[in-house]
């Protein structure tokens, strides 16, 4: 396994975002390059105010998923 290779990890946390490491870039559906971070919430329930980013809504709405 060649060690200088950086991986990028997805978790899908249970009611909540998907946290997102490693990753290089990221791109909206428009194809626009958006703000990257070593470690990212992206939403998954669709309410955040800041998407793609996780804002903690989910927690308001009680997102099942």
Do not use: W
């Not at 249970?14 to 559906?29: D, E, W």
């Not at 990212?40 to 809504?57: E, F, I, V």
């Amino acid at each position: 396994m060649d060690q200088d290779k950086e991986t990028m990890t997805i978790e899908i946390m249970a009611n909540g975002p998907l946290i997102v490491k490693g990753a290089k870039s990221l791109r909206n559906s428009l194809g626009q390059e958006l703000e990257v971070r070593e470690k990212m919430a992206l939403c998954r329930c669709g309410a955040s105010k800041n998407k793609p980013y996780c804002d903690g809504t989910h927690k308001e709405i009680d997102f099942r998923g």
